[in-house]
C-alpha cells in the first residue's frame, strides 16, 4: 500500500527526490521550485547549509538535524523534514507522516495511509507509534473504539519498554478494559511504569493504596508517593496535593503549602491548578486578595483552554 506513494519500500535508490527546504519533488539535479541543489540540507542547531553528512560549521549529523525539524511544532515548517526521513525510510519520519495523513495537513486526509504509516513504524521497533495506534483504538478517534485492539497495540509498545503503554496497560487491568478486572496486575503495571520513569504512574500507585485496590489501604502510604510522583514531575500530582492541602481533605490545612503545590503544577503547565491560583488570589486564600493578580492566573489558564477560567476573567474585569 505505501510502496505506490514510497519509494524506499522498493528497495532502489531512486532519481526522484524531495527538497528540504520547499519539500517538492523533483527527479533533475536542482529543485525546480527553489533552485537548490539536490542534498542541500540547513542546520537545525546552527543554521548553516550543507551537502555532506555533518554539519560544516557545527557539527551536528544531517539525522539529527532532520529529526529536530521534522518534530517542529509547526506542521508547516517540519513538512520538508518529515517527507525527505519518510521518504528514507526513518521510522521518526514515517510515524509523523502517518500524522499528516490523519489530519489531512499537505496531503489529502486518508485514515487507512495514516494506519498503514503507524504500523510500519512499529514494526520497525519504534514505540511511539505502536502507543499512537493504541490510542486511536482506546479513544475511537478516526477508528471506532475498540479495547481490544487497543490493549494489543499497548502491548506492542510496551514490550518495548514504552513507560506509558505499560501504564496504560495498568489502567485497563484496573477498569477491566478487554481483559479480567485485576488489580494485582494493574499494580504490577503501574509498579513497572513507575521504575521505568513515568511519574504519573506514582499517582496510579498512590491512589491504588487510597482506595485500597491491589494493596492494603494505607492513606499515609499513599500520601507519600503522591509526593514522589510530584517531585518527579507530575503537574497531576502536585495539582492533587495542592487541593489536599488548600481543603483539609484528610491532611492538615495548610493554604501556604497548598499554594505552593499550585504554583509548581502551573510551572509545569497545568491549567486547573492556574484557575486554582486565579481563584485564591480573587478570594484571598492562601496568599493576600490581589485581582490583578487573579487576573493574570485566569488568563493564563483561559490561554491554556479552560472556558471557566475565560468566564472568570470577564466577571473580574466586567465588575464595577
Ligand atoms: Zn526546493
Ligand atoms: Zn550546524
Redesign the pocket.
Known amino acids: 500500500m505505501l510502496s505506490a506513494a514510497f519509494s524506499f519500500a522498493e528497495g532502489t535508490p531512486s532519481s526522484r527526490w524531495f527538497?528540504l527546504?520547499?519539500?517538492?519533488e523533483n527527479t533533475g539535479p536542482v529543485?525546480t521550485?527553489?533552485?537548490?541543489i539536490r542534498g542541500i540540507w540547513c542546520c537545525a542547531t546552527c543554521g548553516a547549509e550543507n551537502l555532506t553528512a555533518s554539519c560544516r560549521s557545527c557539527g551536528a549529523s544531517r539525522e539529527s538535524s532532520l529529526k529536530t525539524q521534522a518534530a517542529d511544532g509547526n506542521p508547516l515548517s517540519a513538512w520538508p523534514a518529515v517527507r525527505v526521513l519518510s521518504d528514507e525510510g526513518a521510522a521518526e519520519g514515517i510515524m509523523a507522516l502517518g500524522r499528516y495523513y490523519a489530519l489531512g495537513l499537505m496531503v489529502p486526509q486518508d485514515t487507512v495511509m495514516a494506519l498503514s504509516c503507524w504500523q510500519m513504524a512499529g514494526t520497525m521497533g519504534y514505540a511511539p507509534a505502536w502507543l499512537a495506534l493504541a490510542k486511536l483504538y482506546d479513544e475511537g478517534t478516526l477508528v471506532s473504539r475498540d479495547y481490544r485492539k487497543a490493549m494489543e497495540y499497548y502491548r506492542k509498545a510496551a514490550d518495548l519498554n514504552d513507560p506509558e503503554a505499560v501504564w496504560c496497560l495498568g489502567t485497563f487491568y484496573e477498569e477491566g478494559f478487554a481483559v479480567r478486572q485485576d488489580f494485582e496486575k494493574a499494580m504490577a503495571c503501574y509498579r513497572q511504569a513507575a521504575d521505568l520513569g513515568f511519574a504519573d504512574s506514582w499517582m496510579s500507585i498512590a491512589h491504588c493504596y487510597d482506595q485500597g485496590i491491589g494493596a492494603d489501604r494505607d492513606e499515609a502510604l499513599a500520601l507519600e508517593y503522591y509526593e514522589k510522583a510530584a517531585s518527579l514531575g507530575s503537574h497531576l500530582a502536585y495539582d492533587y496535593l495542592g487541593y489536599r492541602y488548600m481543603s483539609g481533605d484528610r491532611v492538615p490545612e495548610d493554604s501556604a503549602r497548598g499554594i505552593d503545590y499550585y504554583m509548581k503544577a502551573a510551572e509545569l503547565g497545568n491549567s486547573r491548578s492556574m484557575y486554582a491560583l486565579g481563584y485564591a488570589y480573587e478570594h484571598g486564600e492562601g496568599v493576600r486578595r490581589d485581582l490583578s493578580e487573579a487576573a493574570r492566573w485566569y488568563e493564563l489558564a483561559a490561554l491554556a483552554g479552560r472556558i471557566d477560567a475565560a468566564e472568570a476573567l470577564n466577571r473580574l474585569l466586567n465588575e464595577p
Open positions: 527538497c527546504f520547499c519539500a517538492s529543485c521550485l527553489c533552485g537548490r
